[in-house]
């Protein structure tokens, strides 16, 4: 069955969704009504919502240097703290669509240069308040400026005006997007009272949970927010957000009880918690991937010949099955998966290929001496081995490839973005414009390639504003091409997220979006006596 | 003046020196440290704007020195600061910390001190038969295992195999006393395996050293039991190098558990300071230092004064 239409199911059966709308949604997924009948007679018993209880789960990706600043929020457990808490305007549901959260509506106009969102009525905040639409404008207004720090300020950027009237936020734009509605949904974007201005950290939100605790890189515990105006949501009494940064303490956990959820299970030791029928594994297929960046304005890289004698002499599926234990899928050195909407799967996929690439080795006339890959253990789960085999692939095929350790500290200061050749990783972005516009437009600032292609821009822009699907995702298909026949992006594999989850736990719905059903597993997950 | 507390005095007064030279020592080696804090705030997503505007609100552009005696005034009247990565109060984040770090030490100190000095005492007693072999032998394969593997091995043995205990130690404010003995009791267990070797091997080294001597025989031909002699004659006089072990392993418990906070989740002062060291988070990182050297410091005079009270010869100098 489809995890979108177990999402139906489930809304079906705890009555959040009328039997009518069940069939009618079942149907347009190709399910017919007598089947769907059945399917939600059974599931009414299955899967009904259980209230009650203290939800924990245990993550890695916290420090006590964290903040409930969303601005400011990098790493995976302030990213799901703050999910817990907050709300965006919209977000990103399974397959890509766009789900409505504070916002109720989203129209554009004809050339997507203006979007308008209506506010929900009666959403209230944990202090009490209710929403605005000033409170969005002024969330809004805050990220764009630069003391707020903001991870999404380049997603901010590029809004010229934005306008509150009655319960209207109308945002206009320099230039078309019609991927706006998607960038809204994006984690820092929490909305909170006054635009968290005053007191950015406050941790007041319209989230489903309000913070009651909260001890960074501990601890947070949260109570149920009893006004809250989603009524499918927030099922366990409390919830708490453990950080267990170690990989062994954190799986300990989980099989002691201790915790029902976690995150990152190390890929080497799903075989040994197969058995164990307390615990699922949840794998979703996400954006994000493991990357090696040649800056193609570095000598030797400048040299497409040699770019491509090493994009050729990386052995993806040996990667994918030592380094991932098949936990993903294999790259095809652009930075796009499934996992996006408008996705071509049609390009062919790079296969390792000794002689192609020490034919391409040749005609790049380099002079023999060693090409030097900069990895450190950080740059990714398993970097330095995956760099030892690609070591070992690329000097069979004549490749003077060499791999230079570094150490951790330091490596995003001295070594990432700086290095002619080094090892890296990506998380993704909700939508493929996105991706391309933070990394491979020739202006960007984390362009770590250091990819600069006029045509490659100009198509990049063209397909921003471009409302109609087919032509917009011939364009994405374009420059994927482009870039994954002379970029310097070596993009060997697509990391799935590996999650664990006590059987007792119900309301999973796998999302590729992000870690823990994309943020949302507190809120949406309940306790099975 | 009573020459003791002389001595007292001048301890405490080269105690604080030290210290002085620590927080120097400290900020040195973090600016040493490659990268700033805006830097490592920002890790992958820097960029030259956010570095320049980050480095302004922190007053990292000021010189080094500046910052330095900037932060000593500020410490000299009891102002810790705020963190320069998540603005938190640094003498409240610390002072949770520190106790729990405490609470951790003195759990294991209190078990492990008695345990190693007890064991020290019958593996003398018994020296070279099967008791003493047996001890040694124990107790030194449990220093030999690195802390994390013993860790690993105790949660596998004591959550999963047989589970009384959780694998996760942290405690919190709102949990009763006998709530959070249960839930530190695995990083006691392995924090005590760790040190007990150390102190009982000095307690048996010291206590043979001592029964080579002549009053030792005297009292055996009074017809003293071995037990009693040992307890009676022995120890006094072997409590200075013991003690001065016991203070180490103590100082340890205290500063050097972070590999054991980081297995169990144990949220102490260990992995506090790792986080902000990794952020160049200086105040924090000076603040900690700080602690963790008066401890050290403080420690060490403590023994020295339990040594000399101990000795007749140094409590009655001529």
């Known amino acids: 069955m489809s995890s979108e239409l177990n999402h139906l199911l489930g809304l079906a059966s705890a009555g959040k969704m009328s039997r009518r709308e069940f069939v009618g949604r079942a149907g347009a997924l190709g399910v017919s009504t007598a089947v769907a009948g059945t399917m939600l007679s059974t599931a009414a018993f299955a899967d009904t919502p259980v209230k009650g209880g203290l939800l924990r789960a245990g993550m890695q990706g916290g420090e006590s240097t964290n903040t409930l600043d969303p601005a400011l929020a990098a790493s995976d457990v302030p990213f799901m703290i703050n999910s817990t808490w907050g709300e965006t305007l919209v977000d990103v549901e399974l397959n890509g669509t766009l789900g409505l959260r504070v916002a109720e509506e989203v129209s554009s106009n004809a050339d997507a240069t203006q979007w308008m969102f209506k506010i929900r009525k009666g959403v209230e905040y944990h202090n009490g308040a209710t929403m605005t639409a000033e409170d969005v ?45 998607f960038l809204m949904a994006d984690y820092h974007l929490i909305i909170q009272p006054g635009g968290g201005v005053d007191n950015p950290t406050s941790g007041i939100g319209s989230g489903a949970y309000k913070v009651v605790e909260h001890e960074p890189g501990v601890r947070t515990a949260f109570e149920k927010h009893t006004n809250h105006w989603d009524a499918s949501r927030g099922h366990a009494d409390q919830v708490e957000i453990l950080t267990i940064n170690d990989n062994p303490a954190r799986t300990a956990a989980i099989q002691a009880g201790q915790i029902h959820l976690m995150n990152r299970i190390d890929p080497k030791i799903v075989d040994l918690l197969k058995g164990n029928t307390d615990i699922a594994i949840e794998r979703a297929a996400g954006p994000g991937h493991y990357v090696f960046i040649m800056r193609c304005n570095a000598a030797p890289f400048d040299n497409n010949d040699l770019r491509m004698a090493l994009k050729m002499s990386v052995n993806r599926q040996e990667m994918l099955e030592k380094i991932l234990g098949g936990m993903g899928s294999r790259g095809n050195d652009f930075p796009i998966n499934a996992a996006y909407p408008m996705f071509d799967d049609s390009i062919s996929q790079r296969e390792y290929d000794a002689a192609t690439a020490a034919d391409f080795y040749k005609k790049s006339g380099h002079d023999g001496s060693p ?159 | 003046m009573h020459p003791l507390i002389k001595l007292v005095a001048q301890r405490i007064a080269l105690g604080l020196i030290l210290l002085l030279a620590v927080s120097v020592v400290i900020f040195l080696g973090i600016e040493m440290l490659p990268g700033d804090t805006a830097q490592a705030i920002l890790g992958q997503s820097a960029t030259a704007t956010s570095l320049a505007n980050l480095r302004e609100s922190l007053g990292l552009n000021q010189s080094p020195a500046t910052r330095y005696f900037t932060w000593l005034g500020h410490a000299l009247q009891g102002d810790l600061g705020k963190a320069l990565t998540n603005q ?231």
């Open chain 2, 88 to 318: 938190q109060d640094i003498a409240q984040a610390i002072g949770q910390r520190l106790g729990n770090t405490l609470f951790l030490a003195v759990c294991a100190g209190a078990i492990a001190v008695p345990l190693s000095i007890g064991l020290g005492l019958v593996a003398a007693r018994f020296n070279g038969r099967w008791p003493d072999k047996l001890i040694s032998g124990v107790t030194l394969a449990m220093i030999s295992l690195p802390e994390f593997v013993a860790a690993y091995f105790m949660i596998l043995l004591l959550t999963l195999v047989i589970p009384i205990l959780q694998p996760v130690s942290m405690i919190f404010p709102g949990m009763g006393f006998f709530e959070k003995l249960h839930a530190v009791a695995l990083p006691v267990i392995v924090l005590v395996m760790v040190v007990l070797a150390h102190m009982m091997r000095m307690t048996r080294a010291a206590i043979l050293n001592v029964m080579q001597s002549a009053y030792i025989e005297t009292a055996e031909l009074k017809g003293l039991s071995p037990m009693q002699v040992i307890w009676r004659h022995a120890l006094p006089n072997a409590v200075a190098p013991i003690i001065s072990v016991v203070v180490i392993n103590l100082a340890y418990l205290v500063v050097g558990v972070v590999v054991v906070e980081v297995v169990f989740s144990y949220n102490a002062l260990g992995q506090y300071l790792v986080d902000h060291v990794a952020k160049r988070d200086l105040p924090v990182v000076q603040a900690v230092g700080i602690i963790f050297a008066a401890v050290y410091i403080g420690l060490n005079i403590l023994a020295d004064l339990i040594g000399i009270i101990a000795n007749p010869r140094l409590r009655h100098p001529k």
């Open chain 1, 371 to 529: 090409i030097l890959l900069q990895v450190a253990p950080g740059a990714f789960p398993g970097a330095v081995e995956a760099a030892q085999l690609f070591q070992a692939s690329a000097n069979a095929a004549g490749i003077p490839l060499q791999v230079k350790l570094e150490p951790d500290d330091g490596y995003w200061d001295n070594v990432w973005n700086i290095a002619p050749f080094c090892a890296s990783y990506w998380g993704g972005r909700p939508v493929q414009d996105q991706m391309y516009s933070t990394a491979y437009l020739s202006t960007a600032e984390w362009n770590d390639t250091a990819f600069k292609d006029a045509h490659f821009d100009e198509v990049m822009i063209a397909a921003r504003g471009e409302l109609d699907q087919a032509k917009r995702k011939g364009m994405y298909s374009e420059m994927a091409t482009i870039l994954r026949d002379t970029g310097g992006l070596i993009c060997p594999m697509f990391n799935d997220w590996v999650e664990g989850r006590r059987s007792e736990v119900g309301g999973w719905i796998p999302n590729p979006a992000g870690t823990l059903m994309n943020g949302k597993a507190m809120s949406m997950c309940w306790l099975n006596a």
């Open chain 1, 137 to 181: 404008v002024a969330t809004l207004k805050r990220h764009t400026d630069d003391k707020a720090q903001s991870g999404a300020q380049g997603i901010v950027k590029g809004i010229t005006d934005m306008k509150a009237e009655g319960d209207m936020v109308t945002l206009t734009l320099a230039a078309g997007n019609a991927d706006l509605p």
